[in-house]
Nanobody, 124 residues
């Protein structure tokens, strides 16, 4: 089993920054790739960013590339999502997810484990 615990959401003005954290515990093989997804009210959950623990390859949705950065801290078993230049359209519940090394990073159903979600609200 893998457990994911997110933190760091909140309310911020447009143009501001937030950093989300996702602490993982449990079977590391089963969480060898980790991603962030988000879901706005009335919309489907969408891919934001992902990282592979081995090698550290990163992947981004076009809508956040250049503004968001995903990173990992091996010692703390934690993945971060640094969000800069936030826009009102970034408002959503952000979810951390994990899966095995071979997953397709942008495919929601390839992830086996999910956190509880953290709310990010960007005011205009």
């Amino acid at each position: 089993q893998v457990r994911l615990v997110e933190s760091g959401g909140g309310l911020v003005q447009a143009g501001g920054s937030l950093r989300l954290s996702c602490a993982r515990s449990g079977r590391t093989f089963s969480s060898a790739a980790m991603g962030w997804f988000r879901q706005a009210p009335g919309k489907e959950r969408e891919f934001v960013a992902a990282i592979r623990w081995s090698g550290g390859s990163t992947y981004y949705a076009d809508s956040v590339r250049g503004r968001f950065t995903i990173s990992r801290d091996n010692a703390k078993n934690t993945v971060y999502l640094q969000m800069n230049s936030l826009k009102p359209e970034d408002t959503a519940v952000y979810y951390c997810a994990a899966g095995t090394p071979g997953l397709r990073v942008g495919v929601l159903t390839d992830y086996n484990y999910w956190g509880q979600g953290t709310q990010v609200t960007v005011s205009s």
